[in-house]
Each structure stands twice: as C-alpha cells, then as structure tokens.
C-alpha cells in the first residue's frame, strides 16, 4: 500500500492489486459481522423460546394482534368502509340548541310573591282582562316595558321579533298592580301586534279580554288598522278607553306651544268620538261600559295621557291628586279635576274658572285650565331638565320633593329626563284607576258578552254558567291561541277559564270549532299538564286556574286547530265558543314545496304548525297538487314561510310568486230558464241566477243575519233593510257555501207545478249541490259571491230509491253552474284599502306608482299639527306586491304605508270572450284583464284554458241554447 503513492498523494500501483485488497476486505468483514450474529442469536435463543425457522410469506405475516385478542371475544366489533360517511357530516355532530325564543320558563317570584298572586285569581272583583292594541308604531309594547319595570321590549318574546322591531304575536302578562291607595289588583294584559296584517292576533286577544285599551299616537292620530280595532270592539260589546301616548312628541319634536298642544289632543279625541259615531254599535255595548252613549274624554276618567318614553301616565283625577298632595289641605280633587279638560279657563288673580276667558288690566288673557295646571308646568319641567346646569337644577326639585343622586343629575338630557319624570309622577297609578273604574270584572261584563261569543241559547245550563263566572261552576275554557315553545317543538294552549276551575294533570273534553249536538265528531279527550300564569319572557306555574284567569296549558296541542272549548268529560250538553270573525281576510297566497322531493313530510306537518299558529291563515292542496298558505299580506306571509322554514321543518323551501284569490259572480239575470237532469233522467231542477245587495252579502258573512234567528226576524231584516218582499223573505232555503256564505239560494216553486212534499224530500240534498257549487264556481274554480239562486221548478221521481243523494246533489251542483254561466259572469278580484303618512314633496311621486297599479287616491289630507300629509286611496292587490319597496325606495324612506283588504271589485271585461288574444310575456290591457286572469288561474290548477259548456249542460240544453242562438264565448 505505502508503494503505491508518491510524496504528493497521487496513486503510482496496479489496478488489480486494489481490487484484491478490497474484496480479501470485504471477505474478512463479513466472517466478523456473521460471526457476530450468531453469538447474538445464540444469546437471544438462550432467553426466549425456540424460534421457527419455517419460511413466511409476507402476506401471512401478522404484524398486529387480532381485535378479538385486544378488547375479547364478546365484545361486538363492527369494520367500517371507509369514506361511509359524506364529508359534510361531522365525525361528532355539535350540539344545535334550537332557541325561538327569550322567555325562561322560571317565573323570578319569591314563594310568598307567587303564593298571593295565586290567591288573587280566586277574586274576581279585583281582577281586570283587557288588551292593549293600536297601529303600529304608537307605543304599545313600550307602554308595557313602562308599566312592568322593564327595558327593551318585555313583550317581544320571539327573537325575530326583536330582529323586525315589531310585535308579531300577542304577548300575555299577569301581574299585580296597585292603585293610588296602594290595594292590588290582578290585570291579565294582552300586548297585542300593531301591523294590519296581524288583526287577527288582536282578534283572538280581544276575545279573552274584558276591555279595551286603544294606544294612539297623540301626532298621527286615529289610522285604519285602530278603526276597524274600534268598530270590532263595539259590536262585540268591549268596553273602551283611550291611552293618548308619545305626549313628549309635541313638546321635544314639534316644538309647539301649550295652547296649540291642547287643540291637537282635543282634535285627537274628538276624531275617535265621531268615527264611534259612525260605526254599528251592540245594543248592550252601553250597558256593559256603564255610559249613557258611547264617548271618550278626559273629564269621564276613560282617557289617560303618557309618554312611555319617558316612563309617565296621567289622568285627570291623578294630576288633581298630585296637586292635592303638593299643596295638601281639602282640595275636592273630582271637582277640580272635572274643570281641567275642556274650553274652561283659568283666572290667576281671581283663581276662578270660568267659560269664558277674560282679559287683565296688563292685556293678559286667562288660559285654559289644562294648559295653566298641566301642560305648562310639564313644559318647564321638561326645559329645566335640558337646558339647566345640574346644579342650578337641584333647588327646583327640591321644592317639587325630588330627590336625586349626584350619578342621576350627571346622566345625559334623556334618561335625566326619564328620571325625573319617574319621581314625579310617582307611579302608573292614574292609569290603573282608570282600568279599575272603566272596565268592568268578569263577573260582571259576561251577561252582556255571552250571547255575542258563546253558541249557547240563553236558558241552557251551560249559557248560564258562561254567565255567572262562577269558580264553582262547570268547567269551561276557551281557547283562542296556541303559542310555540321556545325551540318549537310543540304548542301550549292559551285561553280564558269561563266558568268553574282548571286543574293541572286533569282530564278534560276538548269540543273543536265543527263540535254539534248533533255532530259530536269533532270532540276528543285529552289531559292536561302544567298550567302556568304569563308574565311576560317568564311563566309562573299554578295548580289551579279559577273563573276569570288567563291560563298556559300544556298536553292539549294536539286536539286543536285553531280555537277550542274545553269544558268537564261528563258535561254532555256543552256548546262551543262561536269561531272568531276577523277584520281582514286571508286573500293572498304562494304554492310551496321541498327543495328536496323526500322531505314532503317534513314540510306538509310544519304547514299544519303554521296553520295551528296564525289564527288567519289558511293552508290546503289544490286539485293540481300544489300545497298552498294564505294570508292577509305580505308581512303576514313572511313571518308564515319563516315559521315553515326555520321553526317547523327546518328544510329548504322553494316559494311561488304571490298571487291573490278571485271570486266569481253575475250581473244580470239568467237569459233562460236552466235545467239539469239527475244521472238516472229521473229528477229534473230548473233555476235561475240573478245579481245579489252587495251589502246583504256582507251582513251574512258577518252573521248579521243567520237561519238560525227566528223566521219573523229573518224576514223584518229583509224587508225593512233591503225592501225584500214577505213571500222571498219566506222562501230563503240557505246561505252558501257553508252556513253563512254570500250567496242564497230561495224557493221560488208554485205549488201547482212542482210536489212539495217531494221537494222538501230532497231539500237537503239540492242544498248540498248548491254549497258544493258555490264553493268552487265554473270559470276557474274560486268561490262564487253575491249571486241569488232561484229554484222555479223541480220534476222529482215518485220512488224514494230513484231521488237519492247520488241523484240530486250533481243535479244541484249542474243546474247551479249552467244558471250562473246564464247570468253573464264576470270575474271579481280582491282590493286593498292603502293609507300612506307623507311629507308634501313625495306625493307627486306616489300618485305616480300607484297609477302603475292601477289604484288610485280618494282623500289627500293634512294631519293636524304637522307637516305631514295623510293619503288614502286604494289599490287592487294584484297590482300590489312590492308596493311599499317601491314607495319606500322613491321617496327616501319619507313615506309609510299600510294596507287591508276592503272589499272585493268586479274586474272589467268578459273572461268568457274568445277573440281576446292572450301574447305570452306581454302585460294585458286593461280591457283583457278577466280574460287573463281566468286563463293563468286555469292552467295553475291544471284546468284547460276555456271553460267546457258540455261539463255544465245537459244536451236538452244544449238544443235549447242553439234554439235560441245563445253564445256563450265558449
């Protein structure tokens, strides 16, 4: 090796010789390296077990114990493929609380707090029911914030409620209140919604309640919605009063003087007093106010001032109390407080009133004893609590006796403001007196009340237990609505217990709205559960709920659908609790269904829950299939499809575009006679439509008249109002569809050519043909309205076997089309009274959306006291969707509008007309507007476009027409 390498490193030998020494290396290397394994082997074989020596194949080596071996043979071991599971669902699923609500079912009460209030629902002299309502926006749920204490929408339980800012579902509150001797009373408040579409929910709070309380914004005055809250009041004998709210407005924001204050509030009142005037008073109402004539004024003690802002409520006896207290002595505080309203003045130096004013020597007139005692010292109470340093504010309320902290007098204006006012006025006493005083106890107002709600004659047992009010009469309980638990699983049941005492965990009859003596099938046992007290984001649970109390009730969801009479399982003669009549109407409508085909269920048991939930709505299937909701509009429908969505079914839905219902009617009398045959030729009818009182119709749906009132009264009805004759008054055989429809159907046969007896033999079944005609009308399948059926004539066969139902009914049902189609029909389509508050710059471009659509304004009028202007017009619901987007894009947000339904309008052509050429994705003229409708509403049912006169026509008929050369245009 050494001679392989000069002095300078570089390699000098033979290749070969390095590969020799290389491998007699690598040999050597390997004898040691196997030389050391073996001794390793024998050392390892020396202290473990012998070693096989067999081969193993690589896919018989067992590199891991067997799961048997590792958790036992009877453990049940299961092997996933993998990716099983789709990479959206986690491994371990999180926990989704499902929360729709703020309230706590744990009532805050002391054991002694909820023991007295319990107790107090056994007298019925101290306890109030009443509802609070108005338009939206006027204060009502901050009024109750005010009364209970609270901050930031007590009432508004649902969380979407607080997201809209706006009430959705009534809210019910029982709680003890003092007046100003300091004794309790227990009040059942209802807080009910203020947007028109939700009336329905004011309409089912007023049912329970025993009085009314009408919230009004002392600036925007009397609007539509607190109209017809009014005119429902009155004729279902509600007594009222009037809460005159938002009073800091004409101080802060107006900024008028005291003098200009009064007139507006004196304007306010005395525009609610003339609409009273105009509206259909009941003959009790009187009575069960305790009033001579229906009115509202402050020197009566029905109506009260406040600011729910600013946490203060007066009357006028209250503010003579304030006086009396300040000043002490024996001040008569009804005779002083009689002098405060009205065009009564004030003389300082005399310190007389009188009804003139009179002038000093100084040229200084008196004011008016309202504004001289209580406008302008709330004026100056109001200026020194913004405009004064807090220390130069402390003397004055000492001398008011208002004791303040140094941390309040350094709050800013407003809650500075709240605070004082707070200490002023001490309490809501003036306004609980006012509910004391004005709004009678259950046990007095329901001999006045139970005729108008309860299906009971006067004289049955259970329509003088309805009456007496009595805790230890029969149960009856009526229910008007089903609230949502929080994460809406289920329902509990709230209702008003009439008579006798609800227990928890009892059994109990619940009677359905269809529940007959006759027909009992819509009846069904069932157990309550719990029973709680509400009050408000918390429930105070109770054993027992005596005569007179607002009640929760759980366990009995499921036997109702919208309203229930519950009464004791062996009371065998109960009548039911009439259905609840609503202001507005159901008209507007969109399809629906799953985003996936397999979650129907899902979907079509979450429309039963909404149609559980909303009083007003209405929810079925179409002949072509479609699963339709109705509602009054497009807020309401909204807050249905967000119920149905994320509530209920928790599925993606697919919506339709809105549309609304339409109704068929006729304008003239039939032109023939028309006749149907029975299938078997037998029985033959013959009749004749003709144009019905469009106000007659309304006083039947509105059960104003009813078959079920005496005969004689029936025809003086007919006759005094509407100029009927004695013998057509006679001859009314039914109101249809259903039992108070706007359609009537008379007996106009001559005993000489028609076998009475025969025919009285079959009434019931033409009566059944007509309702069933009526209900789906030939044009495109919507209810017919305001049309007079006339039977002239009636073949009917001698055998009994030959005039069954299955004879007469189609009979019926053919003739009742084929005379309405002779009586040129037309098509009638829904319209919306609009009310919209504006300033004077945005009407031009108001009037301009509305001419779009087809509406139009019928009063333009300025709102007293501000620069406001109030338009009110109306607008066919067709043509409405998106109406208040537009108007609120426009005009900036300036504008605010609020719709109902009206009435219905007949919608102008002939839809029967052919030579109407309908282009596809082109408008219709105004002229062709029936024709379309009729054909759109058609192929959305899966009818054909034109109506088929051999589906309505007998071929006798048929020769008949052609004889006569009608057409039909079909």
Not at 4 to 17: L, P, R, T
Not at 109 to 135: C, P, V, W
Not at 501 to 525: F, I
């Amino acid at each position: 090796m050494d001679g392989q390498y000069d002095e300078f490193g570089n390699f000098i030998g033979k290749i070969e010789e390095i590969e020799e020494d290389s491998s007699s290396s690598d040999v050597s290397s390997t004898e040691e390296s196997s030389t050391a394994e073996d001794s390793n082997d024998v050392e390892m074989a020396d202290a473990e077990a012998p070693v096989s020596t067999a081969v193993v194949l690589h896919e018989d080596k067992k590199y891991y114990p067997e799961a048997d071996e590792v958790y036992g043979e009877e453990t049940d071991i299961v092997v996933g493929e993998e990716d099983a599971q789709p990479i959206e669902v986690p491994i371990i699923a999180p926990k989704i609380e499902r929360k729709f609500n703020v309230d706590s079912r744990k009532s805050k009460k002391s054991a002694r707090e909820a023991d007295y209030l319990h107790s107090m629902t056994h007298q019925q002299q101290f306890i109030r029911n009443i509802a609070i309502a108005g338009y939206i926006g006027h204060g009502k749920t901050s009024f109750f914030d005010y009364l209970m204490g609270e901050t930031n929408g007590f009432t508004d339980t649902r969380l979407d409620e607080q997201q809209r800012k706006m009430s959705v579902k009534p809210s019910p509150v029982t709680s003890l209140m003092e007046d100003s001797r300091g004794k309790n009373y227990l009040f059942n408040m209802i807080d009910s919604p203020g947007h028109i579409d939700f009336l329905d929910e004011t309409t089912a709070s007023l049912r329970l309640s025993d009085g009314l309380v009408i919230c009004m914004d002392v600036i925007e005055g009397l609007r539509n919605s607190t109209k017809r809250i009014i005119s429902h009041a009155l004729r279902n004998c509600i007594p009222m009063v009037l809460l005159l709210n938002k009073i800091d407005r004409l101080i802060l924001e107006l900024h008028i003087p005291p003098q200009d204050a009064f007139r507006k509030m004196q304007h306010v009142i005395g525009e609610v007093n003339s609409y009273i005037q105009t509206c259909g008073i009941h003959p009790n109402y009187c009575k069960a106010a305790g009033q001579e004539t229906p009115r509202l004024s402050p020197e009566l003690g029905n109506v009260c001032f406040a600011s729910a802002k600013y946490g203060w409520s007066f009357t006028l006896r209250s503010f003579a109390n304030i006086y009396r207290d300040f000043y002490g002595g024996n001040l008569d505080t009804d005779r002083f407080a009689a002098r405060l309203w009205g065009d009564i003045y004030y003389n300082s130096e005399t310190r007389t009133f009188n009804k003139k004013p009179t002038t000093n020597d100084d040229g200084e007139t008196d004011k008016l004893s309202f504004v001289s005692f209580i406008l302008e010292p709330l004026y100056k109470m109001k200026a020194q609590a913004i405009g004064e340093d807090p220390k130069s504010l402390t003397p004055i309320l000492d001398e008011l006796g208002i004791r303040l902290w140094k941390t309040e007098l350094k709050q800013d204006a407003e809650p500075l403001m709240r605070t004082i006012c707070s200490r002023f006025f001490d309490n809501c006493s003036g306004f609980n007196e006012m509910i004391i005083e004005k709004i009678p106890c259950p046990k007095d107002i329901m001999p006045h009340r139970a005729g108008i709600i309860f299906s009971g004659q006067e004289g049955e047992e259970c329509s003088k237990s309805v009456c007496d009010s009595s805790a230890d009469g029969d149960l009856v309980v009526h229910v008007t609505k089903l609230f949502h638990r929080s994460d809406g699983s289920g329902f509990d049941a709230f209702g008003r217990v009439y008579s006798g005492t609800l227990k928890h965990n009892s059994q109990v009859k619940v009677l359905g709205e269809a529940y007959t003596l006759e027909d009992p099938e819509d009846m069904s046992l069932a157990e309550t559960g719990k029973l709680w007290l509400c009050q408000g984001r918390s429930l105070h649970e109770v054993t027992s709920a005596p005569a007179g109390t607002h009640v929760l009730i759980e366990g009995i969801d499921d036997k109702i659908i919208k309203t229930a009479t519950i009464c004791s399982p062996k009371n065998e003669t109960m009548r039911i609790f009439k259905p609840l009549q609503f202001p507005t109407k159901s008209v507007v409508k969109v399809a629906v269904e799953p985003l996936l085909p397999s979650e129907l269920p899902k979907m079509i048991d979450a429309l039963r829950k909404v149609n559980k939930t909303f009083p007003n709505s209405i929810t079925k299937v179409e002949e072509s299939g479609e699963h339709v909701i109705m509602g009054a509009g497009e807020v309401h429908l909204d807050c249905m499809l967000h119920d149905l969505r994320k509530m209920y079914s928790d599925i993606e839905v697919k919506v339709s575009d809105p549309v609304t219902l339409f109704t068929e009617t006729v304008i003239e009398t039939s032109s023939l006679k028309c006749n149907a045959e029975s299938p078997n030729k037998k029985n033959k009818l013959t009749m004749i439509a003709e144009p019905l009182e469009d106000d007659l119709a309304k006083d039947i749906v509105a059960e104003e008249i009813t078959l079920d009132m005496p005969k004689k009264k029936i025809r003086t009805f007919l006759e005094e109002k509407y100029g009927w004759d004695t013998l057509a008054a006679r001859s009314i055989w039914a109101f249809g569809p259903d039992t108070n429809g706007p359609n009537v159907l008379l007996d106009d046969t001559i005993a000489s050519e028609t076998n009475r007896e025969r025919l009285l033999g079959i009434k019931d079944s033409i009566v059944q043909g007509f309702d069933w005609g009526t209900r789906d009308g030939p044009l495109c399948g919507e209810e017919i309205r305001n049309v007079k059926f006339r039977i002239l004539e009636a073949q009917v066969a001698e055998q009994a076997m030959q005039r069954a139902n299955g004879q007469i009914i189609p009979a019926a049902k053919r003739v009742t089309y084929s005379s309405f189609l002779m009586a040129t029909p037309r098509l009638m389509e829904p319209v919306y009274s609009i009310e919209i508050i504006t300033s004077l710059d945005c009407v031009p471009a108001i009037l301009t959306l509305l001419t779009r659509r087809r509406g139009h304004i019928v009063d333009e009028s300025k709102l007293p006291g501000t620069p406001l202007f109030v338009l009110t017009g109306y607008v066919p619901i067709m043509d409405s969707f998106g109406l208040e987007t537009d108007i609120r894009t426009h005009t900036h947000g300036q504008a605010f509008i609020q719709s109902a339904f009206d009435r219905w309008t007949i919608v102008p052509s002939d839809p029967l007309d052919r030579d109407i050429v309908l282009r596809p994705l082109e408008p219709s003229q105004p002229h062709f507007l029936a024709r379309d409708y009729m054909v759109k509403t058609r192929r959305r049912k899966g009818m054909t476009d034109d109506v088929s006169i051999n589906k309505y026509f007998d071929d006798p008929m048929l020769l008949e027409l052609a004889k006569h050369g009608t057409d039909l245009g079909m």
